[in-house]
């Protein structure tokens, strides 16, 4: 059974770095079915989706978002993590990490939708 | 960015009786490989969203019959024939073809 488990500080400071990762276990993150994506949702709101990374570290994000955001990918520990840089009170939130099915145009992998989600983390942006 | 618009907002319903929950996107999900890239999660209380209906109708796997999902183009409907005390929470619609993948603003299913 695939599990995704997010880890990181529950803390942030503004103006610092969030930073989360996200372990996969029951499945590899190297196969070439799935991108591999994180959410957030700001207390008592709706879905955002922030961005998504293939194994071979092909990114896609959310042009809201990205400026600040960097997705890794890190294969030998069946990994992924979030880094979202200049955090203010508005980027408090849960942050769930999910797979996310590919599907393939032509030569190019895109993200589809989730399928699995971690059970989330609670990120709170405060001094 | 593709606009989800789902109605109603909140809903409450009597265990046994239907519930029904519509979706509208600002453009066509449908895809030139024929597939339309709709689908439907239901958010339970303190846990993460799970996947119920995939490309509009074909329920994922160990979603009960009850859940059945229509539409197409930019119209789309969720349907629970007979809502059960289990499925309370909120439900969320979301497009997955076009960047960035947005979701609906969600709807709240509660039992009366």
């Known amino acids: 059974q695939l599990q995704l488990q997010e880890s990181g500080p529950g803390l942030v400071k503004p103006s610092e770095t969030l930073s989360l990762t996200c372990t996969v276990s029951g499945g590899s993150i190297s196969s070439s079915s799935y991108y591999w994506g994180w959410i957030r949702q700001p207390p008592g709101k709706g879905l955002e989706w922030i961005g998504s990374i293939y194994y071979s570290g092909s990114t896609y994000y959310n042009p809201s978002l990205k400026s600040r955001v960097t997705i890794s990918v890190d294969t030998s520990k069946n990994q992924f993590s979030l880094k979202l840089s200049s955090v203010t009170a508005a980027d408090t939130a849960v942050y769930y990490c999910?797979?996310?099915?590919?599907?393939?145009?032509?030569?190019?992998?895109?993200?589809?939708?989730?399928?699995?989600w971690g059970q989330g983390t609670l990120v709170t942006v405060s001094s | 960015d593709i606009v989800m618009t789902q109605t109603p907002l909140s809903l409450s319903v009597t265990p046994g009786q239907p519930a029904s929950i519509s979706c509208k996107s600002s453009?066509?999900?449908?895809?030139?490989?024929?597939?339309?890239?709709l689908y439907w999660y239901l958010q339970k209380p303190g846990q993460s969203p799970q996947l119920l209906i995939y490309e509009v109708s074909s329920r994922f796997s160990g979603v009960p019959d009850r859940f059945s999902g229509s539409g197409s183009g930019t119209d789309f409907t969720l349907k629970i024939s007979r809502v059960e005390a289990e499925d309370v929470g909120v439900y969320y619609c979301?497009?997955?073809?076009?960047?960035?993948?947005?979701f609906g603003q969600g709807t709240k299913v509660e039992i009366k």
């Open positions: 453009q066509s999900l449908l895809h030139s490989d024929g597939k339309t890239y």
């Open positions: 979301m497009q997955g073809i076009h960047l960035p993948k947005t």
């Open positions: 999910a797979r996310h099915a590919a599907i393939t145009m032509i030569v190019v992998v895109i993200p589809t939708y989730f399928d699995y």
